[in-house]
């Protein structure tokens, strides 16, 4: 039976993720783009858009705070001069919407946009692209771009062929009807790229599905961790004895019972985690995961919690519910009893479990996967079960346990110290998401340094709780624990100072926020740039002095001026990840001259809580939800979503100056050398397009 319920969960895990993975990036409108040549140097250029039921297309002729038009740019050309506004083969639909509070006109039906254009020189070929915007009732996706581009010695060739082949026997004004008529298709040179690029797109969910496989487990280890760690405590451990004597009392089928009740464990705590999923949802638990308020309030409950595992006081649930369950686990017969001897644990261990399963549930809630409380607390209940399991099996080996005493005590101040140092990152995550600047790097580290200092001297005995035992000597485990300690608060020392502490950037705020920082100022490259204004400039600062945007629409233009593809950075305030990435990979100089000399570095919050204008606080459709766009974060992850399908952060998009994409995505990855290589093959291809 439980290796049945391994195997549904694991089969559980693959299959939602396979169904995430092979999900399609929807394209409703599709495009026939052809020419005609009119005269000797004017050409007419048809725009086919064939529209998918449901869906509509835009106007070109749009007023300012609405929806993108649908536009046709040209490639720069001394060559080409634009006749007039284009043309449509219908009427467009004109309504008002809500949405945007104004009339907007759009087709629903297939539609042919025309443009004439002059030549007043001799040129080889038209160019460009048309840029629209496609919605239906319930969602719109991100603007999109078609390539086209026409050879005109080739248009001069065919169509000789054709007028040769067809005018032989014609009256003069059947000829000039025929000259008029003839269409020739072009040779879309960028429409290839184009098309890779989309395939790249839809296959860059593939490493974001693939990473969130991976987060599963580390889910699944951090559960498993904590379930180790509940073992040890005082709650909990003396428990394992008495329950095995309870088996041992029913001669019959003890081995049997011992894995009922191991598998009531896990039932009761995954569906705890269920409850979790099932109340908050992993889409709201993501979004209360960078709220400062919540962030606040779990920093008030991890220092509770870190005080109960101090000594200051018990956290319990209510005798009489344990009272309740354990009478029943007596009074009922089989499986039953079983079920209500696993609850009596559940609800006697709880003030050991509790604050371990409360920091559990959130980390696990807050990634944003739909099964990750499940998933966090099955590899926590399994972890409290085997030896519960195990020792009833072999009741014999009960004897070679340590016996329980005041080391089970020191178990419970270490996690005490542990839960007050976990605090400070949850009030680090308030205060860069709500820009309140109390608690800057040199703030935490501080902080840090003093907590594992004392843990050190309180292994070594110099400091005592309340409900410590005399410490008569100090032994071998207890020394190592406080070198271990001790050596990590030193580590931390030179941080102070600036040194970047690879081995602690998931949890200290970001380099940016310190005052005094000597190792970004020794390896920065932009120490002499002088810095535009740049939109949200005084809300975020990039790491190492990096010269960055935080506007997309900013950057992309500071792209095209300076001729520079765009190295789109989603990241968050609360981004464990990002802060690594930074740390570890962009400080290397070889990455940190890359991203100086040859990219548009754009760096987009996810997160950020600082609310938008009015005027752009708009209310969107993301698959088959509604989500309203109020805060810079609302923005770029919805962007993120609509646009690369994935919500995953860091996520590093390659572009080039027209927004287009030149590689498949990169996501977190702590090798350097593979950081490089996507950064530089992403260059290589840009010049190969842009020689």
């Known amino acids: ?32 783009i052809s020419i005609n040549q009119i005269d000797k140097n004017i050409f007419d250029i048809k725009y086919a858009a064939s529209i998918e039921k449901h869906w509509h297309l835009y106007s070109f002729d749009i007023g300012s705070g609405g929806p993108v038009p649908t536009t046709i740019t040209f490639k720069p050309s001394d060559g080409i001069s634009i006749i007039g506004n284009p043309t449509t083969d219908k009427k467009a639909t004109e309504k008002m919407d809500l949405m945007f509070d104004m009339k907007i006109k759009y087709f629903d039906e297939n539609v042919v946009f025309t443009q004439r254009v002059t030549t007043t020189t001799i040129i080889t070929k038209i160019a460009g692209y048309v840029e629209y915007m496609s919605c239906n009732d319930e969602k719109c996706l991100q603007p999109e771009q078609e390539a086209f581009s026409f050879p005109l010695a080739n248009i001069s060739t065919v169509k000789n062929q054709v007028l040769g082949a067809a005018q032989q026997n014609l009256k003069p004004a059947e000829k000039a009807s025929l000259e008029t008529k003839t269409e020739i298709k072009p040779t879309i040179t960028n429409h290839d790229s184009i098309v890779k690029s989309e395939i790249k797109e839809s296959k860059a969910t593939y490493p974001s599905k693939a990473k969130s496989i991976s987060s599963l487990w580390l889910i699944f280890i951090g559960g498993f961790l904590g379930g180790l760690l509940a073992l040890l405590t005082p709650c909990v451990f003396p428990m394992i004895p008495l329950t095995v004597s309870f088996f ?44 400062p308020i919540f962030n606040v309030l779990l920093f008030g409950l991890l220092i509770i919690f870190g005080a109960s595992f101090l000594g200051a006081f018990e956290l319990q649930l209510p005798s009489s519910w344990s009272n309740y369950f354990d009478k029943k686990a007596d009074t009922t017969s089989g499986l039953v009893s079983i079920f209500f001897m696993a609850f009596t644990l559940g609800l006697v261990s709880f003030s050991c479990t509790g604050p371990i399963i409360g920091t559990l549930l959130v980390e696990a809630a807050s990634s944003g996967s739909k099964i990750g409380p499940l998933i966090g607390m099955f590899g926590f209940s399994l972890a409290l079960a085997l030896p519960f399991t195990f020792f009833a099996i072999f009741p014999s080996l009960l004897g070679k346990l340590p016996r329980s005493g005041g080391w089970l005590n020191t178990v419970k101040i270490v996690l005490g110290f542990l839960e007050v140092a976990f605090a400070l990152k949850f009030l680090s995550t308030a205060d860069l998401a709500a820009h309140w600047n109390i608690l800057p790097r040199e703030t935490f580290l501080v902080l840090w340094i003093i907590l594992f200092t004392l843990l050190g001297f309180y292994l070594l005995g110099k400091l005592k709780f309340a409900h410590d035992s005399d410490l008569t000597h100090v032994s071998v485990t207890r020394f190592f624990m406080a070198l271990l300690s001790l050596s990590f608060a030193l580590y ?75 190295l789109i950075d989603f990241t968050g305030h609360g981004c464990v990840n990002c802060r690594k990435m930074e740390v570890s990979v962009w400080s290397d100089k070889r990455v940190l001259n890359i991203l100086s000399n040859e990219y548009v570095l754009v760096s987009l919050y996810v997160d950020d809580r600082t609310e938008l204008p009015t005027n752009e606080q708009i209310a969107v459709k993301l698959g088959d939800k509604t989500m309203t766009i109020k805060t810079i974060g609302n923005k770029w992850s919805y962007f993120e979503a609509s646009k690369y399908g994935t919500n995953s952060q860091p996520y590093y998009v390659l572009l080039d100056n027209n927004g287009t994409l030149l590689s498949e995505p990169g996501a977190y990855d702590l090798n350097i050398n593979n950081y490089i290589t996507f950064l530089e093959n992403g260059v290589k291809e840009y010049r190969k397009n842009n020689p």
């Open 1 to 32: 039976m439980f290796k049945t319920l391994l195997r549904y969960i694991f089969i559980s895990i693959f299959c939602i993720n396979s169904l995430q993975i092979f999900a399609q990036i929807e394209h409703p409108v599709s495009w026939k």
């Open 248 to 291: 041992l009392k029913r001669k019959k089928n003890h081995t049997l019972n011992a894995f009922l009740y191991g598998l009531s464990i896990i039932v009761i705590y995954v569906g705890l985690g269920f409850i979790t999923t099932l109340v908050f949802g992993p889409d709201a638990m993501n979004a209360l995961s960078t709220n």
């Open 492 to 566: 931390m020392v030179p941080g102070l100072w600036g040194a970047p502490l690879k081995a602690i950037s998931a949890f200290s705020p970001p380099q940016q926020t310190q005052d005094f920082d000597l190792y970004t100022n020794s390896i920065s490259l932009n120490n002499n740039i002088v810095k535009i204004k740049k939109k949200y400039g005084d809300l975020f600062h990039s790491p190492y002095n990096l010269n960055c945007f935080f506007d997309y629409d900013e950057g992309i233009a500071y792209a095209r001026e300076i001729k520079k593809p765009v």
